[in-house]
């Protein structure tokens, strides 16, 4: 037997791939002076280093007057949000994470991993000397986080209503930062919104509503049957892309109360409305982009199954286009979180104007390094959070995989 | 026995008919689409009889009674409001095009970078990029203007690049290439004599190499270059450069403060969504290539010379053509900062003269244009570098 004659008396030798076992110095050879292109990209880069580490070490160090930050924080969050009311904007904080924090329990993943990050970090800011309200606020607005994740961990029949939910916290949220709440909290008037709260505020609700309309702009745009409504979304779509949102804003501003017949309607709802239709035109396009990536054998197949033309869509095309869509998507949606910035144009003043308004007061002259700084690192991490959580869900989607 | 004709009844009835349907369906979205136009038209003229104004673009003819800092083209406040807005247009142009030139060998670099084998370019270019994609354009370019620029030492105490380029608070002051009427016919004389020297090498000496006519031909040209430097009455070109006299710089070209931050603003944000394209689309070019063409024994220059970077730049262009359209169209953001761009200077003339509507309709008209423009030329190039299929 062929087998007995190997198996004891030659070893079978497992040759396993040579493991890499690289000194120090070998791997430095290898990645910084491997040629002499690459020993001067070395030279030049690590020069390039020196001078931007010793510039910003040189500024930041010696000459910043980093105190602009906490005396401001206020501003930077808020704006001009009466300094009474405030209770309001906090409430309406801890409403919203406790809302997540529901969310976040049910469904698990990136969004849990956040919340804890984000409690985590309010809690410890609560022991900072911002004050007591704030302190007070910010250790109430941390424990409602992790009252609300242990809630809801692990409820998955939870899932589906913590997202509907939020068709009612969102008019609450409204109600509660400006709405006449009893002789010693009037109506707040909704310019008055401003900071970093007005950039969130903005962004997202043109998410929300952009979002459907950009879908049913791209379906009008892919559907062959309806010329008529496919030409309408078509040159919607390219007119609205070809102008810049700076022209849109100052539209909305200067141009669209002619068109209202007298009726006065708040600024921040006309800029808002610019945003949505930037945001939806741009969409648009993302999904039709994936719309195109659906071989036209699964809307045969659907058809072929008796599904009627809504369905077909609804069902089978849609959210295919949509998974292939996200990455685009995501990009989208952050361009709009940066964009938001552009409201400047009509003078409502967001996180970056306010930040303008704090380094242009006369105590503050010369902070606008400091300032800028500061506001950049905010919407980096804003930006670069949601970039991972999007990365986790493209993973979770199983997108490039199948 | 049920005849054909009798099959009619089994047909559904023309309200379930989807051809119907569709056309009554459309019909509908018309109607819809026709009568809120129509309100918001109603709306627009009764507003504008209030007001007391009229419809129409004869006002662009009205003396613009506003002064602009900075144009290509010259510009005088009496002029009319067309003037200004092709000042306005001439401005946009000019800024997009210096911005679109820079971001492109910005975002060259640093997405080349970012695929280098070496460790820390690829670090360092990673680092810029996810800087600045990562906070909004308005912010860079308020940082160059307010944070950098405005912090410079002022026209006296600039700082001096060779003693050729000056940094100060007022911007950058650059050596420019003054042209003089023998600069045609010297062009003429250089250009006629470089064709006509390889037009004897290839009849005369057809046994040299490519390499060596290439070199006659060049130390010809020099010759000639020089030989007209000398000989000509007066140089054809001579470098102007800026000269502090006593309160600013005279000479050369001068880039304003307000128009060196944008473009710094713009450059550094587009570039490194530039770097993202151009990382992408080299990764996009099957490792395959790389492999086969070091197989039939090219060089690592000449496999990316010749087989990488054809591929990767007709991957590159749709969305380069979508990066530069978004730097035009940011380039609107001019307002922040100061700099009198087309969206600057329109929104003077809305102030100055209320024809919001008109306006706007010129606004959209022109950025579509640019935008129409910059699309076709690269889609020319796509044409021209696209794969020929069958």
Known sequence: ?402 | MTSLSDQSHLRPPWWRNERILKVLLQVAFVVAVLLVFGILAQNLLASMRRLGISLGFRFLGNSANFGITEGLIPYDPSESYLKALVVGAVNTLWLSAVSIVLATVMGFVLGIARLSSNWLARQLATVITEIFRNVPVLLIVIFWYQGVILTLPGVRNSLSIGGLIFINQRGVNLPSLDLSGWFIPALAIVIGAGWGIRKLLLARRPELGSLQRNLWISAGVALLTVACWVLFPEPPVRLDIPVLERFNFRGGIQLSAEFTAMMLGLVTYTGCYIAEVVRGSFLAVPRGQWEAARAIGLSELQTFRLVIVPQALRIMIPSLNTQYLTLIKNSSLAIAVGFSDLFNISSTIINQSGRSVEMFAILMATYLTFNLVVSYGMNWLNARVKLVER
């Open chain 1, 1 to 402: 037997m062929p087998s007995s004659l190997s198996s004891p008396l030659v070893e079978e030798e497992k040759v396993l791939p040579p493991t890499e076992k690289q000194s120090p110095l070998a791997w430095v050879r290898r990645n910084l002076f491997d040629s002499w292109l690459s020993t001067l990209l070395t030279l030049v880069s690590a020069l390039v280093l020196a001078w931007a580490v010793s510039l910003f070490w040189n500024w930041a160090f010696t000459q910043a007057r980093w105190e602009v930050i906490p005396a401001n924080l206020k501003i930077f969050a808020s704006g001009t949000y009466p300094g009474s009311q405030l209770w309001r904007v906090w409430a309406v904080l801890g409403i919203v994470l406790a809302t997540l924090g529901v969310a976040g329990g049910a469904w698990g993943g990136v969004l849990l991993h956040y919340l804890i990050l984000l409690g985590a970090a309010m809690g410890l800011a609560a022991f900072l000397p911002l004050g007591t309200q704030s302190q007070g606020w910010l250790a109430a607005c941390s424990g409602a986080t992790f009252a609300a994740i242990a809630l809801s961990r692990g409820r998955e029949s939870w899932r589906l209503a913590s997202i509907w939910v939020w068709a009612l916290i969102l008019p609450l949220c409204l109600e509660l930062l400006l709405g006449d709440l009893g002789p010693n909290w009037p109506a707040v008037r909704a310019e008055q919104l401003s900071g970093l709260l007005l950039t969130l505020i903005l962004a997202a609700a043109a998410m929300i509503i952009g979002f459907p309309i950009g879908v049913l702009l791209a379906l009008g745009r892919a559907n062959r049957a309806l010329p008529v409504i496919r030409i309408f979304c078509t040159l919607v779509i390219e007119l609205v892309r070809g102008v810049p949102l700076t022209t849109i804003l100052f539209a909305a501003w200067l141009l669209v109360p002619f068109f209202l017949g007298g009726i006065s309607v708040n600024l921040i709802i006309r800029a808002e409305v610019a945003f949505i239709l930037f945001t939806a035109v741009y969409v648009a396009e993302d999904v039709r982009g994936g719309l195109q990536s659906i071989p036209l054998g699964q809307l045969e197949a659907a058809r072929a199954l008796g599904l009627n033309p809504f369905q077909v869509t609804a069902l089978v095309i849609l959210p295919q286009a949509l998974r292939a869509a996200v990455p685009a998507l995501v990009n989208e949606f952050l361009t709009l979180f940066k964009d938001t910035s552009l409201v400047f144009i009509v003078g409502l003043i967001d996180l970056l104007q306010a930040g303008r308004v704090v380094f242009t007061n006369p105590n503050w002259l010369g902070t606008q390094r400091e300032v800028l700084f500061f506001i950049g690192v905010v919407y980096f991490i804003c930006c670069f959070a949601m970039a991972y959580a999007a990365k986790q869900v493209e993973k979770a989607l199983g997108l490039g995989k199948r």
